[in-house]
T-cell receptor, first 111, second 113 residues
């Protein structure tokens, strides 16, 4: 039982490049979330999903897109990366929508 | 919408001393409350949660928190800390039926021998 896994763990992008972050969970959870963590700002919700095929915007959605084609996977895309998107990205999943289980994070640097 | 304020950004403490991390929230409805811990270079791990019932909640690793509705607070305490408690701690709140968490900015606890 791996819980929540994230791929990749580290990535360096140049401004304007695109990439996709993959989150996978093996707990059969309905709810999945993408957050970004920046120093002194806690975690801010980017997008979330309340079930397969659904997505919704969080607090800071601009510049990101998401898809949840399969219940166990939640993808976060950056179409044209900007230095302001340098951050640590965390995925989380939940059975209830409240108690959330987090992945180990992806450290992204945009130069 | 809810918001969370963690009143201390950094808390240095000596080993075996007590520690209290303060958290206040604002919300117009009833809430669920959580404390998460993040060890260096790791994801977040749930310490404890308040959903309903007793206002004193016990969690893992000897931590406890008290929900005070009148003061809209959910302070975290541990009577005797260890070096291994060095980490960042996040308070989080969710409104009933909202399915999302709002996090505070975090409190870094550094335990010294």
């Amino acid at each position: 039982n791996a819980g929540v896994t994230q791929t990749p763990k580290f990535r360096v992008l140049k401004t304007g490049q695109s990439m996709t972050l993959l989150c996978a969970q093996d707990m059969n959870h309905e709810y999945m979330y993408w957050y970004r963590q920046d120093p002194g700002m806690g975690l801010r919700l980017i997008h979330y999903s309340v079930g397969e095929g659904t997505t919704a915007k969080g607090e800071v959605p601009d510049g990101y897109n998401v898809s949840r084609l399969k219940k166990q996977n939640f993808l976060l895309g950056l179409e044209s990366a900007a230095p302001s998107q340098t951050s640590v990205y965390f995925c989380a999943s939940s059975a209830s929508g409240y108690e959330q289980y987090f992945g180990p994070g992806t450290r992204l640097t945009v130069t | 919408a809810q918001s969370v304020t963690q009143l201390d950004s950094q808390v240095p403490v000596f080993e075996e001393a007590p520690v209290e991390l303060r958290c206040n929230y604002s919300s117009s409805v009833s809430v669920y409350l959580f404390w998460y811990v993040q060890y260096p270079n790791q994801g977040l791990q749930l310490l404890l949660k308040y959903l309903s019932g007793s206002t004193l909640v016990k969690g893992i690793n000897g931590f406890e928190a008290e929900f005070n509705k009148s003061q809209t607070s959910f302070h975290l305490r541990k009577p005797s800390v260890h070096i291994s408690d060095t980490a960042e701690y996040f308070c989080a709140v969710s409104d009933f039926n909202d399915y999302k968490l709002s996090f505070g900015a975090g409190t870094t606890v550094t335990v010294r021998a």
